[in-house]
């Protein structure tokens, strides 16, 4: 009976045991229960969405740049892009060898990437253009998927380049006007939830949240680019012409401030910033000083005039070519003079001249003058990197200083602030600040803001600056300027050229030179002023042989452009003769690139056929014509057998017709000025 009641206590003790640990699991699972559903529910929510909920971006475009006329110059395409999840890729080698081919990255440096166990995802190759997408899609591999993406294309290739500046991989502006207005050009990411399989792709019909997105607004540049392509064509030959290293130019409207072309040579396409060497892509108009020489002895004579230390038929013993100065330098001028007044000093641009009338002037009034023209200072014109130049203050000059300064050298400046100082003396005695926005256009279209000229500050009086066109206007007809002359038209302007200087004030390079050009045009009432910079040309040294010529080039093309500018001023073929143009090369080109082409060259063109590009054109290209020049087009099929040999196409057209659809183009042509 004791063994029974023992084996029933034993149980008994067992049942408990069983209960306890029973309660004891419920407890814990109880715990765990309440942990899962109640402390980390939050947690554990966040998980499981995770695993089946995904939020996408919604990328705003970024706002276009479009020249004054509403030409696109830097829009967003629509491209792809193709990225992996490692941790499902099967073939680590053979996807990285094959996405090697489209990315640019080394097949090394992809197979890292898709080896890296703790990643779920990694770019294989981004912006992918379409006219690659076919050959991309041609193999599939597990864990290889695809996205939309926007990438920056600039429909003209290289034409303002180093204006336009371009965006990095992620469509940020990285330099010129696409850094300088990133931020009005961004606009608003958007974005939206949606699930997804278990190949993190988005299932049909779920999304929700949707935060919509706000695309960045467009900005309006005052840049024409009619003009832009002309100046650029210009530079190109100048440079090709004179074995130049390099050239700059920059056409403005004095009375307003706006800048209408910008250019720099050697070009190079935004398009492809990698290819180029930064130092050319910087926009020199803007960051590269320079010793002015000749040109900016106007600045020192407008001074003398304005203070009333000279009249215009005052004169001056230029000491038949050479000047000692009191510290015992000499300087020369070009050639021996004897007396000559004001005007024939500038006209002939005497050096010794020029400092003989400077020295009239207190060292401090002069260096105020020059501070009001704007020089040591930047503009202000809103792009990146610009230079105020180098002028040293008063307490900082040598015993020369107000003798070489008045002749522009121990002075560097940029070549936009000579623009906007002859500006100045264009549009009647104020200094305007420069513009390169005309406005600011929201997406849909209305108008955010319109630039409006801005006066600075008054700095030499009306009637010294119709002196000093008048004078400016007789350096062309009878100076140093006459190679800028155009038959029929009235032109104002001064030749430029300065020896090299080695950097840290050391001297001057030997035989290198900058040589300049500045005019404007009518010169009674100037509505168009041009510079032309040309660096270390090699087979002429003046700026009167090299730049004068290229500026004239550049005007009367201008002249006769079909836009209405200038226009009223178009000299009458009244003497007999007939100038000429170099006929571009239309062929292979499609009707709206032609006639793009032709209308930046003021030409008319007549189409013959039928088809989608010009097959034949009379007169041949390269060829020289009478203005206003007429074509005749022949279109035909883009295979046709008639189809002449493009290979020697300009690069320039071969640019517009790649990059510009027919949409596009249209637009191009049937925009008119703002």
């Known amino acids: 009976m004791n063994k029974a009641m023992g084996q029933q206590e034993a149980g008994q003790r067992r049942l408990w045991g069983i209960i306890a640990l029973g309660v004891l699991c419920w407890l814990g699972l109880a715990g765990r229960l309440v942990q899962i559903q109640a402390i980390e529910h939050a947690d554990y929510l966040s998980r499981a969405k995770d695993q089946y909920e995904r939020r996408f971006q919604l990328k705003a475009k970024r706002g276009n740049i479009l020249d004054r006329r509403g030409r696109q110059l830097a829009v967003d395409i629509k491209t792809v892009s193709f990225y992996a999840n490692p941790k499902q890729i099967e073939e680590p080698e053979q996807v990285a060898e094959y996405f090697a081919r489209f990315s640019g990255k ?29 050959e991309v899609r041609r193999r599939v591999f597990k864990g290889v998927y695809e996205h939309p993406a926007t990438k920056r294309n600039y429909p003209h290739g290289k034409l303002a380049g180093q204006v336009l500046g371009h965006t990095n991989i992620d469509n940020q502006g990285s330099e010129g006007a696409e850094f300088a207005f990133d931020a009005m050009l961004q606009g608003v990411d ?14 049909a019909g779920t999304r929700q949240d949707l935060k919509a997105s ?18 650029e064509e210009e530079l190109a030959r100048a440079v090709g012409e004179f074995g130049a290293e390099g050239a700059l130019g920059i056409v403005a409207d004095p009375r307003s401030g706006e800048i209408l072309a910008m250019a720099n040579m050697p070009l190079y396409d935004p398009n492809q910033p990698g290819r180029t060497a930064p130092q050319l892509r910087r926009n020199r108009a803007i960051t590269d000083p320079f010793e002015p020489g000749s040109t900016f002895k106007l600045i020192s004579s407008a001074a003398v005039l304005q203070d009333g230390r000279a009249q215009i038929r005052d004169r001056v013993f230029c000491e038949e070519g050479r000047l000692v100065l009191e510290n015992g330098d000499v300087i020369r001028d070009t050639s021996p003079h004897g007396w000559m007044t004001f005007r024939e000093v500038l006209e002939r641009s005497s050096n010794i001249g020029t400092i003989k009338f400077a020295q009239r002037l207190e060292r401090k009034r002069y260096y105020e003058y020059m501070r009001n023209f704007g020089f ?16 040293h203050g008063v307490n900082k000059w040598s015993e020369r200083s107000l003798e070489t300064l008045a002749i522009g050298q121990e002075i560097s400046v940029t070549a936009l602030q000579l623009v906007q100082a002859f500006g100045a003396i264009a549009n009647g005695g104020q ?30 009086s009306a009637e010294v600056a119709a002196s000093l066109r008048d004078i400016l206007a007789g350096v062309v007809q009878r100076g140093t300027g006459k190679n800028a002359g155009i038959e029929g038209m009235s032109v104002a302007g001064k030749t430029g050229t300065a020896q090299l200087a080695i950097g840290g004030g050391a001297g001057y390079e030997v035989d290198e030179y900058v040589v300049s050009f500045i005019g404007f045009l009518p010169a009674e009432k100037p509505e168009l002023i041009g510079l032309v910079v040309v660096d270390r040309p090699q087979r002429e040294k003046w700026g009167s042989q090299v730049a004068a010529p290229v500026f004239k080039r550049i005007a009367e093309r201008i002249l006769y452009l079909g836009d209405g500018r200038l226009a009223a001023h178009r000299p009458r073929e009244a003497s007999g003769k007939v100038d000429e143009v170099v006929v571009p090369d239309l062929r292979g080109t499609t009707r709206q690139v032609a006639q793009f082409q032709a209308e930046m060259r003021g030409a008319t063109l007549r189409f013959a056929g039928a088809g989608d590009v010009v097959v034949y054109q009379e007169p041949a290209p390269g060829s020289r014509s009478a203005t206003p020049l007429q074509v005749t087009c022949v279109l035909g099929d883009n295979g046709a057998g008639k189809l002449e040999e493009t290979a020697t196409m300009p690069r320039r057209q071969e640019l517009l017709l790649r990059h510009l659809n027919e949409r596009t183009l249209a637009s191009l042509v049937s925009m008119r000025a703002m």
Request: proline content about 3%; overall charge neutral.
């Open 214 to 231: 706000r695309d960045g607004h467009n900005v309006v540049l005052t840049i024409d680019a009619l003009y832009q392509d002309i100046v």
């Open 376 to 391: 040591g200072t930047r503009s202000g014109i809103g792009l990146p990197a610009e230079s105020a130049g180098l002028l």
């Open 431 to 460: 200094l305007m600040a420069p513009k390169i926005v005309k406005a600011w256009v929201a997406a849909d279209g209305h108008v955010i803001e319109e630039m409006r000229p801005q006066v600075i500050r008054r700095v030499i």
């Open 106 to 134: 080394s097949v090394a440096a992809l197979k890292k990437q898709l080896e890296n166990g703790k990643s779920s995802f990694t770019y294989l190759a981004r912006q992918v253009d379409e006219n690659q997408l076919d």
């Open 190 to 203: 958007g974005s939206y939830l949606s699930h997804i399989d278990v190949g993190r792709r988005q299932v």
